[in-house]
């Protein structure tokens, strides 16, 4: 099993260009995620799927959108990157139930650098 | 406002000097604590989940111990190996089913021979 993979490892994009991350897993979790990770802050999530077709908001939604077109696949995409997005990427997924929601596991992350 | 605090930020260690890490929460309806290593250019990995106050897990030299409103992850006898930055979440009750997970800033912690 590959677990969870990120597309692609690292990108480079200049202010206003548009790009996806896509995230796949091989676990058949109905729970996904997408992180991100700045220095000297927490994780925080922006936006997370409860199964397929469906995507709620997380903490910091604004600038992403999601799409969740297949049980194993979960694409995060700017439309317009900001220097702001400049971060490090994680996607994750987790079993469906609510005592081990917390049980996550992480692909190898993205590092995207907005110039 | 809900808050994970993490302390140290950093911590360094000679192998074989034992030591703590401190995750305090200011939450209310904990579901679970998780403890996770993430390795630099990597992706945190699970170590351990705690549901209830008194409770401890271990795996290795790592021992996880859950308070009411703290926890501790106990390195004992540190090898080089066990450098990593070592991040705790809390899953609590908000207004939704869901809840909500938060994590801490992390501990990074170098171990040196």
Same mark, same amino acid.
């Given at each position: 099993n590959a677990g969870v993979t990120q597309t692609p490892k690292f990108r480079v994009l200049k202010t206003g260009q548009s790009m996806t991350l896509l995230c796949a897993q091989?676990?058949?979790?109905?729970y996904m995620y997408w992180y991100r990770q700045d220095p000297g802050m927490g994780l925080r999530l922006i936006h997370y799927s409860v199964g397929e077709g469906t995507t709620a908001k997380g903490e910091v939604p604004d600038g992403y959108n999601v799409s969740?077109? =297949? =049980?194993q696949n979960f694409l995060l995409g700017l439309e317009s990157a900001a220097p702001s997005q400049t971060s490090v990427y994680f996607c994750a997924s987790s079993l469906s139930s609510s005592v081990i929601r917390g049980t996550q596991y992480f692909g190898p992350g993205t590092r995207l650098l907005v110039l | 406002e809900d808050q994970v605090t993490q302390s140290p930020e950093a911590l360094r260690l000679q192998e074989g000097e034992s030591s703590s890490l401190n995750c305090s929460y200011t939450v209310s309806g904990l579901r679970g604590l998780f403890w996770y290593r993430q390795d630099p250019g990597k992706g945190p990995e699970f170590l351990f989940t705690l549901y209830s106050a008194g409770e401890e897990k271990e795996k290795e030299r790592l021992k996880a111990t859950l308070t009411k409103k703290e926890s501790f992850l106990h390195i004992t006898a540190?090898?080089?190996?066990?450098?990593a930055t070592y991040l705790c979440a809390v899953h609590y009750m908000t207004t939704d089913s869901w809840g909500k997970l938060q994590f801490g800033a992390g501990t990074q912690v170098v171990v040196t021979p």
């Open positions: 091989d676990m058949n979790h109905e969740r077109l =297949k =049980k | 540190p090898k080089p190996e066990d450098s």
